[in-house]
């Protein structure tokens, strides 16, 4: 932790040789950093600037990010363990999760595609813990088309919203029957002593809503089926 004197907690560097500095400025090597806010960096840098490979502690929360640093910033491969959320393992630009990586969930749920400025982007697949899966098009961290898969493989293509289907669709069974249809998304309303679920960074959310299926095929038995299954 860095030192302090009459009180005040003053930032820390010290060299790869073991000389005890208190700026970075100019300096160019291994080194480790302490900040006044208890965080600190243990790795390379240029000129005084956090560049190449390093591990950043965040003494507050308690996560820690090891990997690839440019202009002080997170920047090309690293793992970032988070506090609650989980742990990212993948590309970032400028200090957030950006191109191809995997985020493990606290909750057991996993995604593995890929990003942009922060948030799920592109070809993605969100596996849930009980075996589901969604893949397919995600944009600003929802899925919009693509596939809705159970464990036994059958599964739902065709539009999404909320990251739950919406609009045209059609189920294909395992048997290979098919079931096109239309997806009608209704808003649950909670009981007034009934709390929201707590959010989690990332995660995909049980929809605060209800989810009709709608098809002409006549076939109700395994309309029912569908409709029937829960996430």
Request: hydrophobic share 25%.
């Amino acid at each position: 932790m860095a030192e302090e004197d009459d009180g005040a907690v003053k930032y820390k560097f010290i060299t790869e040789n073991g000389e005890e500095k208190t700026t970075s400025r100019g300096y160019t090597g291994k080194a480790v950093a302490m900040y006044p806010d208890g965080d600190s960096y243990e790795g390379d840098f240029m000129d005084g600037i956090r560049v190449n490979h390093g591990i950043y502690r965040y003494n507050t929360t308690g996560e820690k990010y090891n990997g690839e640093w440019k202009n002080n910033r997170k920047h090309g491969i690293g793992r970032m363990t988070y506090a609650k959320a989980g742990e990212y393992n993948g590309f970032w630009e400028n200090g957030r999760r950006h191109g191809e990586g995997v985020f493990t969930y606290s909750n057991g749920d996993v995604y593995s595609g890929w990003w942009k400025f922060g948030e799920k982007e592109g070809t993605g697949c969100y596996t849930f813990k009980n075996g589901m899966k969604l893949y397919g098009d995600w944009s600003a961290g929802y899925i919009t088309t693509g596939k809705w898969i159970y464990p036994n493989g059958m599964y739902y293509v065709g539009g999404f919203e909320n990251n739950k289907p919406k609009g045209q669709g059609e189920w294909v069974f395992k048997n290979g029957n098919t079931l096109a249809g239309e997806y009608e998304q209704k808003e649950k309303k909670l009981d007034e002593d009934e709390e929201p679920p707590e959010e989690e960074e990332g995660v995909v959310k049980k929809p605060q809503f209800n989810l009709d299926w709608h098809s002409d095929s006549g076939i109700t038995e395994a309309a029912h089926k569908v409709n029937s299954v829960e996430q």
